[in-house]
């Protein structure tokens, strides 16, 4: 769950990319951020609060060099100076729920026991698509806890069809509760 900090940021890049046109672009452009600054040594270092802030700021913005403009590097600036470059993953997160709304998509997640294969999960993406009337990003989550079925979040609608969910409601009405 993202907190305030990464809807605001998230908010502003997305009215950024709305104002350029570059919605789809800026989605590109914040993964290779969290690629290169994600990295495990990389984030001990722009986290490291014995470095200089501005040391740490341009070497956030030289590690980017050649692979994002200057208001990437702007935003590498900003997060490190902020000590936020921890909170990527929910920026981007809340970006993309921003750039689906505008584009009238709806995400959904479907958990199973067994990862979906590739036909399936277009199956699926597609029934949904057509009962929502909107088009779906689907991802999908495996969790053996849930033995088989399928688990289905889209926002804060969830619908569980799973085996595990089943056997315990047997298991209460077998109880008499």
Same mark, same amino acid.
């Given at each position: 769950m993202a907190g305030a900090a990464a809807k605001r940021y998230a908010r502003a890049i997305f009215e950024l990319a709305s104002e350029e046109g570059l919605v789809d672009r800026w989605a590109e452009r914040l993964g290779a951020v969290r690629d290169i600054l994600g990295r495990t040594e990389?984030?001990?270092?722009?986290?490291?609060?014995?470095?200089?802030?501005?040391?740490?700021?341009?070497?956030?913005?030289?590690? #980017?060099?050649?692979?994002?403009?200057?208001e990437v590097r702007n935003l590498a600036r900003l997060l490190v100076g902020?000590?936020?470059?921890?909170e990527l993953d929910g920026i981007i997160e809340q970006y993309q729920l921003l750039?689906?709304?505008?584009?009238?998509?709806?995400?959904?997640?479907?958990?199973?026991?067994?990862? #979906?294969?590739?036909?399936d999960a277009d199956k699926l993406e597609a029934t949904l698509a057509k009962r929502l009337g909107r088009?779906?990003?689907?991802?999908?989550?495996?969790?053996?806890?849930?033995i088989?079925?399928?688990? #289905?979040?889209?926002?804060?609608?969830?619908?569980d069809a799973s085996v595990a969910t089943?056997?315990?409601?047997?298991?209460?009405?077998?109880?008499?509760?």
């Open positions: 990389v984030a001990s270092v722009l986290a490291n609060p014995t470095i200089d802030v501005r040391r740490r700021e341009e070497a956030a913005a030289a590690l #980017l060099e050649g692979h994002a403009g200057r902020a000590n936020r470059v921890g750039a689906d709304e505008s584009a009238g998509r709806v995400r959904a997640t479907a958990t199973t026991a067994v990862p #979906l294969t590739r036909p088009q779906v990003r689907l991802d999908n989550q495996v969790d053996g806890a849930i088989g079925g399928l688990v #289905l979040r889209m926002g804060d609608r969830v619908i089943r056997l315990q409601q047997l298991r209460r009405q077998l109880a008499g509760v």
